[in-house]
């Protein structure tokens, strides 16, 4: 039987969907395809907060194995931020383990400034749904370019330099909008009645 190989999109990257299909098909071509899609933000995410290539490298790889593990029967609709979110969180891990006895204040300013808004401790299931819906109406009611230096600073990790080079803006810039947003984050969820 001729199997047709899948067809690439114009960018030059498999589909998501045909990503996906491969590991149903557990076709180890599935994570060659990860790797050359989401290979660089994976290792941008866990080095930003690993600050660490050898480290980093690790959790991107840890990442295809969770992949691979995960699907089927997870058949997650949005590969690239499922994978992201995977990334994360096994960094944050390794970083928690490794800062045990040390600590690190890059990353722990910027969680440190979030929760004044929200706090981490320990959260319902409900008061977790209830968060993430918060957060994500808070996102979508941002300006594309306002949303872009939240998400880069305390999804991403990256340092208020990174920031301001990649947008183009003084670093000065981008710290008064993190400011102002937060400030914003924080009376969202008071409106939202979220108190964390």
């Known amino acids: 039987m001729l199997i047709m190989p899948t067809p690439a999109t114009r960018d030059g990257y498999l589909p998501d969907e045909a990503i996906v299909a491969l590991y149903f098909d557990r076709s180890e071509e599935a994570i060659a395809a990860c790797q050359v899609k989401y290979g660089k933000t994976c290792h941008t995410i866990a080095y930003n907060i690993l600050h660490s290539d050898e480290d980093a490298e690790?959790?991107?790889?840890?990442?295809?194995?969770?992949?691979?593990?995960?699907i089927p029967p997870e058949k997650p609709a949005?590969?690239?931020?499922?994978?992201?979110?995977?990334?994360?969180?096994?960094?944050?891990?390794?970083?928690?383990?490794?800062?045990?006895?040390?600590?690190?204040?890059?990353?722990?300013?910027?969680?440190?400034e979030l929760?004044?808004?929200?706090s981490a401790g320990s959260l319902t299931l409900a008061d977790e749904?209830?968060?993430?819906?918060?957060?994500?109406?808070?996102?979508?009611?941002?300006?594309?370019?306002?949303?872009?230096?939240?998400?880069?600073?305390?999804?991403?990790?990256?340092?208020?330099?990174?920031?301001?080079?990649a947008l183009g803006m003084t670093e000065s810039a981008v710290k008064v909008s993190l400011h102002r947003t937060r400030e914003k984050f924080r009376k969202h969820l008071d409106k939202e009645g979220i108190t964390v």
């Not at 009611?141 to 208020?160: A, E, G, H, Q, V």
Request: net charge positive.
């Open 78 to 112: 949005r590969l690239g931020a499922w994978l992201s979110t995977v990334t994360r969180r096994l960094a944050l891990t390794r970083y928690e383990k490794r800062t045990a006895a040390k600590r690190y204040g890059g990353m722990e300013t910027s969680l440190d």
């Open 129 to 165: 749904v209830a968060l993430s819906n918060a957060i994500n109406s808070f996102l979508a009611s941002l300006p594309t370019r306002t949303r872009m230096i939240f998400m880069r600073k305390y999804w991403y990790m990256d340092s208020i330099a990174d920031i301001a080079k």
């Open 58 to 70: 690790e959790c991107v790889s840890d990442t295809w194995l969770r992949a691979w593990n995960a």
């Open 115 to 118: 929760s004044e808004c929200v």
